[in-house]
C-alpha cells in the first residue's frame, strides 16, 4: 500500500505531493503497508510530507541559535493563514491554540450567561464542547440543556425543534457531523434561526473542517474551532480558533502571555500590559510556536491546500460511498441506515451498526485483517482519508458481510 519511507531529515519540499491515482495518493501517506487505517476521526494518518517535516524540524532544533527570531515568527503567520483558508480566508480571526477544549473553553469564558439564560448542547457531543459550557452554567446560574432526538428524528430537526421550545437560548454550541457516526448538522438552517432567536453561534469543526465545506459568511457563528490532526492532518497540540470581530477587540484570553502583545514593549517592564496583537492574535495560546508542530501542520496544510476541498471531500465520498454500495449488496444496507434520513449521513464517515450479537465478532475480524477503527457504543466509527482505495473500502464491505454471514 505504501512506498518507501523517506531519510530522516530529507526536507518536506522534495517529497512529491502531485499524485492523482488511489496508488499515488496512498503513497503520500507514511501508513503501513499492512494496515488500512480507518481512524481519522480520531487522528488524520500522517503524510510523508508532515513526517518530513517533523524530522527536519528535530533535526534543524539541534542549533536552535541558527533558526532567526523572524523565520520562526513568521511560521506562525504562515500556519495562521493557511489555515484562515478554512474560514473564509479570514486570517486575522485566527489564533493558534493548543486544542478543542481550550478554544471552546475560551468562548464559554467570554460570552455573556447569566440566571435564567440557557446554552445548547447536543446528547453525548464531545466533552470538549460540553464540559466548558457545564463550567460556565455553574458559575453563572445559567442552564445547560441537552439536545434530545426522537426516534427516526435528524438532529438538524431537533435543534430546530428544541430552539423554538426553549426560552432565553444564548449559546447554541455545535458540531457540524457528530463524532459517534458521523450525523450531520445543516448549518444552513440552523444559523439563521439562532440568530433570530439572539442566540450565539458557537462550533466544533473538529469532525469536519477539511472534510466538508464551511462557511463563516453564512452562519456567522462568534467562535469557531477544529483540531488539527484529524481532517486536517496536522499535528496533535496544535487546534484552530476562529473568533468574529467584536472579540478581537475586546475578548479576554485564558493566559497572559508575551506573545499575544505588543512586541516593540513587552520585555520593557511597562507599568501596564502593553496592547494586544491585532486581530485573534490576543488569543495565540503560549507553547503553540513549537517549531516542530508549525512545520507539521504547514505541510499538512499545503497539501490539502494543492488537492483543493473540493477534491478532497468527493474522494473522501467516493470512499464512503463504495463501502456503503458494498454493504448495501450484501443486504445490510441496514447497518449504516443509522435511524435517520441518508441526507443527514455525512460523506466522509460513517458509523456502521451491527446488531449486538455480532459487533464483538466483527471488531475482532476487522482487527485480525489490520483494518483500524474506532469501535464505541455499539458503533464502528469508519474513516478513511485518500490514503484507503476505494477498492479497500469494498475489500472492508465484503469483509464485514463475510463475517455477518458466517
Ligand atoms: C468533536 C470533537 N471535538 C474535539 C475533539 C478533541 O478535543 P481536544 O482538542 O479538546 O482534545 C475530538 C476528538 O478528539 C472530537 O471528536
Not at 499515488?24 to 507514511?30: E, I
Not at 426553549?166 to 448538522?185: E, F, I, K, S, Y
Not at 502583545?261 to 491585532?278: K, L
Not at 448495501?328 to 451491527?354: C, I, K, Q, V
Amino acid at each position: 500500500m505504501s512506498a518507501k519511507t523517506p531519510p530522516h531529515g530529507i526536507h518536506p519540499d522534495t517529497v512529491s505531493t502531485t499524485a492523482s491515482t488511489d496508488a499515488g495518493l496512498s503513497a503520500c501517506f507514511a501508513v503501513p503497508a499492512d494496515t488500512i487505517y480507518l481512524d481519522t476521526a480520531a487522528h488524520g494518518p500522517r503524510l510523508r510530507t508532515v513526517q518530513a517535516a517533523a524530522e527536519h524540524a528535530l533535526a534543524a532544533g539541534v542549533a536552535p541559535w541558527r533558526i532567526g527570531t523572524d523565520e520562526w515568527l513568521q511560521s506562525i503567520e504562515d500556519v495562521r493563514a493557511a489555515s484562515a483558508r478554512f474560514f473564509d480566508g479570514d486570517r486575522e480571526g485566527v489564533a493558534l491554540v493548543p486544542s478543542a477544549g481550550y478554544g471552546l473553553s475560551l468562548a464559554a469564558r467570554n460570552l455573556p450567561l447569566e440566571e435564567g439564560d440557557t446554552v445548547l448542547v447536543l446528547d453525548r457531543q464531545f466533552p470538549s464542547n460540553l464540559l466548558p459550557w457545564q463550567q460556565r452554567c455553574a458559575e453563572t446560574g445559567a442552564r445547560l440543556q441537552f439536545v434530545r432526538r426522537s426516534p427516526g428524528q435528524g438532529w438538524t430537526d431537533a435543534v430546530l425543534a428544541t430552539l423554538a421550545d426553549t426560552r432565553a437560548v444564548r449559546v447554541l454550541a455545535l458540531p457540524q457531523a457528530h463524532w459517534h457516526d458521523g450525523h450531520l448538522l445543516d448549518l444552513d438552517r440552523i444559523a439563521p434561526q439562532a440568530r433570530d432567536g439572539g442566540a450565539a453561534l458557537v462550533l466544533d469543526l473538529s469532525q469536519s473542517l477539511g472534510a466538508l465545506p464551511a462557511s463563516i459568511a453564512r452562519w456567522q457563528p462568534e467562535f469557531v474551532v477544529s483540531v488539527g490532526h484529524k481532517w486536517l492532518l496536522g499535528a496533535q497540540g496544535l487546534a484552530y480558533l476562529w473568533a468574529a470581530p467584536q472579540w478581537r477587540t475586546r475578548g479576554m484570553p485564558l493566559e497572559q502571555g508575551w506573545m499575544a502583545r505588543d512586541g516593540a514593549t513587552v520585555f520593557a517592564s511597562p507599568a501596564v500590559p502593553p496592547d494586544y496583537r491585532q486581530g485573534a492574535r490576543r488569543f495565540d495560546a503560549g507553547g503553540i510556536a513549537d517549531p516542530q508542530r508549525l512545520a507539521m501542520s504547514t505541510a499538512a496544510l499545503k497539501q490539502l491546500h494543492d488537492w483543493g476541498m473540493a477534491r478532497v471531500a468527493s474522494g473522501l465520498q467516493a470512499r464512503i460511498a463504495a463501502l456503503r454500495e458494498t454493504l448495501d449488496g450484501h443486504g445490510l444496507a441496514e447497518w449504516t441506515a443509522s435511524g435517520y434520513a441518508a441526507s443527514d449521513h455525512a460523506a466522509h464517515f460513517l458509523g456502521l451498526r451491527p446488531p449486538a450479537g455480532q459487533l464483538d465478532r466483527i471488531a475482532d475480524a476487522l482487527a485480525d485483517a489490520g483494518v483500524v477503527c474506532t469501535h464505541r457504543q455499539g458503533i464502528l466509527r469508519i474513516a478513511p482519508h485518500l490514503h484507503v482505495s476505494v477498492d479497500e473500502m469494498r475489500y472492508v464491505g465484503d469483509l464485514v458481510a463475510k463475517v455477518a454471514g458466517g
